[in-house]
């Protein structure tokens, strides 16, 4: 039984823009396209939401619902850097990670045992910490699947955590309208209409052989996510934003020194790794990461990509400053450039991401 953790972020321009400059909370904020040059609403907060205003709205009809309307421009450069900070909080729980957007994501955590292995747990902890380190909400849903995961995430939104365990998957799915399942657009879920079938409890009625004949190869698939399967397997983007080594040790390093005299062999088993990295990587900034013994962690990171020894100790020496407790595991590792993926990006439309952001909610 797998285990599939998705998150979600709420309103994650605006919640951005709202951080950037606390002034806006409270008000109606949209992030999109100037109504001047026809632009249309990327994200907008909940307070805009309150006023009929919601993603892919032209901005002009935007402003007549909404006259008070804080309209800015989406600054894309900045939410990539967010969303990568977001990216290196779930690295800690998964290798197996699926980014869907800037702002969702899928983790395979069936073999992590971060937490106790318990996917709730990290769940919890992602929304903590997302929330501690970023100043940032995001919603997480907890399921064996990724359709179920993804629907999970949405039942509580904004701020909210669904889990849907594996004893829960065939009650909750019979309840589940059909447009809520994933492939289902309006053109499906108008012929589902025609045939009667308005909820999974419904869609069971129907044999397999009934649905394809009705839906083609999509029947099949209906057939199944009625009974909640989806075998789907979360794609893990290969390409790597950083790498990092960590040791938990059985018995707490009681001091800086004691730390500082673990740091050889980190730093050997860190180069071990960077050493298998292929040529369209290079080496970015350096990163330390301290949990101590009472759980509480920090993270210290620096620009510049020297990686001694000698620069290691002064960033631990101060990363552990923050604490100065008796420590449990010690990270290090390194950001890193991607220059393949780069030359990739350079292949897009430029004026795509400045004119039409994508949408997220
Ligand atoms: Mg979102």
Same mark, same amino acid.
């Given at each position: ?21 606390? @002034? ?11 109504? !001047? ?14 006023? *009929?205003?919601?993603? /892919?709205?032209?901005?002009? =009809?935007?402003?007549?619902?909404? %006259?008070?309307?804080?309209?800015? /421009? ?5 939410? #990539? ?37 318990? /996917?709730?747990?990290?769940a919890q902890e992602i929304r903590r910490r997302v929330?501690?380190?970023? #100043? ?8 064996p699947n990724k359709f179920l995961a993804k629907i999970?995430?949405?039942? #509580? ?19 589940? %309208? ?25 869609? &069971? ?8 004949? =009705? ?5 099949? &698939? ?9 075998? &789907? ?22 001091? $800086? ?8 062999? $980190? ?8 050493? #298998? $990295? ?8 350096? =990163? ?15 620009? *510049? ?10 960033? $631990? @020496? ?23 993926? !780069? ?13 039409? %952001?994508? &949408?997220?909610?």
């Amino acid at each position: 039984m797998r285990k599939i953790i998705h998150i979600d972020a709420d309103c994650f321009y605006a919640a951005v823009e709202m951080r950037e400059a606390p @002034a806006l909370y409270g008000k109606p904020v949209a992030v999109g396209g100037s109504p !001047r040059e026809r632009g249309v609403v990327a994200t907008c907060n909940y307070e805009a939401r309150g006023w *009929g205003v919601h993603s /892919a709205l032209p901005m002009a =009809q935007a402003l007549k619902r909404c %006259p008070d309307l804080i309209v800015i /421009a989406p600054r894309m450069e900045l939410y #990539r850097q967010v969303s990568g900070q977001i990216h290196a909080i779930l690295q800690d729980y998964s290798d197996c990670i699926e980014p869907l957007s800037l702002d969702e994501a899928f983790l395979d955590v069936s073999d992590s045992d971060a937490c106790q292995g318990s /996917a709730t747990l990290m769940a919890q902890e992602i929304r903590r910490r997302v929330w501690q380190e970023l #100043r940032l909400v995001v919603s997480a849903g907890v399921a064996p699947n990724k359709f179920l995961a993804k629907i999970a995430s949405d039942w #509580r939104k904004p701020d909210g955590l669904f889990v849907i365990t594996p004893a829960e998957v065939d009650a909750f799915v019979l309840q589940l %309208p059909v447009s809520k399942l994933h492939g289902v657009g309006k053109i499906t879920a108008q012929k589902l209409e025609r045939l009667g079938i308005d909820d999974c409890a419904r869609l &069971r009625e129907f044999d397999r052989l009934e649905l394809v004949r =009705q839906f083609g190869k999509f029947g099949d &698939r209906l057939w199944q996510l009625a009974r909640g399967i989806d075998e &789907r397997p979360v794609e893990a983007n290969s390409r790597r934003q950083s790498i990092s080594v960590e040791e938990t040790y059985s018995e707490d390093l009681p001091n $800086l020194d004691a730390c500082l005299a673990q740091l050889p062999l $980190l730093m050997a088993s860190l180069q071990r790794r960077m050493a #298998r $990295l292929d040529e369209h990587y290079r080496i970015d900034r350096p =990163q330390v990461k301290i949990k101590f013994h009472d759980f509480t962690q920090t993270t210290l990171e620096q620009a *510049g990509a020297l990686l001694s020894e000698q620069r290691f100790a002064m960033m $631990l @020496a101060a990363a552990y400053a923050r604490g100065n407790k008796p420590v449990r595991l010690l990270g290090l590792g390194v950001r890193l450039l991607d220059l393949k993926g !780069r030359a990739e990006q350079l292949e897009l439309p430029f004026s795509s991401a400045a004119s039409a %952001p994508p &949408r997220s909610g």
